[in-house]
Antibody, heavy 116, light 106 residues
Framework: QVQLKESGPGLVQPSETLSLTCTVS????????VSWVRQPSGKGPEWMGR???????AYNSALKSRLSISRDTSKNQVFLKMNSLQTDDTGTYYC??????????WGQGVMVTVSS | DIQMTQSPPSLSASLGDKVTITCQAS??????IAWYQQKPGKAPRLLIR???TLESGTPSRFSGSGSGRDYSFSISNVESEDIASYYC????????FGGGTKLELK
């Protein structure tokens, strides 16, 4: 069955870099695109960026200067790196499987706290 | 970038009521709007795509309509399981969520 699972540090220091991994199963990264969506506590979700099935990427313009998404298809993993973290980057980070432009499967999410 | 203005931010309803949420896009989004439901501690769940197409498993009391820049989402006969937050999402040009509507019981 289709599964996505996010992993990464729960606590990041301000100004440092966040590195998250999305490990997928039940589908191929060369057939489906994967997006990252985050949600600050108590606020609405925000699309961060997308790894297309063909290896291309797209980013939210508000995050583009700090964000990088890559993948390792042999390991069924998609990676997110975002630098210069601040306290308002605190929240839950999800990876999602894209289908027909929307997201049909979501990971459980990983809570990231930016704090010293 | 396309902006989505969702209203109201919160809504109080009694069981059996009809409620309506609206979203206005900053430009024509060609009916590429979806509606998500989110309950605390859970990932958002897709209810409606392309303005009015119900996803498999979405009860028929949910509906959507609109065109151009203006869209609406309604729940007729609100049930207790509908208490959640709702978000619109445009996917015509990348993806932008609305600010959300929290539905509470009166």
């Amino acid at each position: 069955q289709v599964q996505l699972k996010e992993s990464g540090p729960g606590l990041v220091q301000p100004s440092e870099t966040l590195s998250l991994t999305c490990t997928v199963s039940g589908f191929s990264l060369t057939s489906y695109s994967v997006s990252w969506v985050r949600q600050p506590s108590g606020k609405g979700p925000e699309w961060m960026g997308r790894m297309w099935y063909d290896g291309d990427t797209a980013y939210n313009s508000a995050l583009k200067s700090r964000l990088s998404i890559s993948r390792d298809t042999s390991k069924n993993q998609v990676f997110l790196k975002m630098n210069s973290l601040q306290t308002d980057d605190t929240g839950t980070y999800y990876c999602t499987r894209d289908w027909e432009g929307l997201w049909d499967y979501w990971g459980q999410g990983v809570m990231v706290t930016v704090s010293s | 970038d396309i902006q989505m203005t969702q209203s109201p931010p919160s809504l109080s309803a009694s069981l059996g009521d009809k409620v309506t949420i609206t979203c206005q896009a900053s430009q024509n989004i060609n009916k590429y709007i979806a509606w998500y439901q989110q309950k605390p501690g859970k990932a958002p769940r897709l209810l409606i795509r392309y303005t009015s197409t119900l996803e498999s498993g979405t009860p028929s009391r949910f509906s959507g309509s609109g065109s151009g820049r203006d869209y609406s989402f309604s729940i007729s006969n609100v049930e207790s399981e509908d208490i959640a937050s709702y978000y619109c999402l445009q996917y015509d040009n990348l993806w932008t969520f609305g600010g959300g509507t929290k539905l509470e019981l009166k």
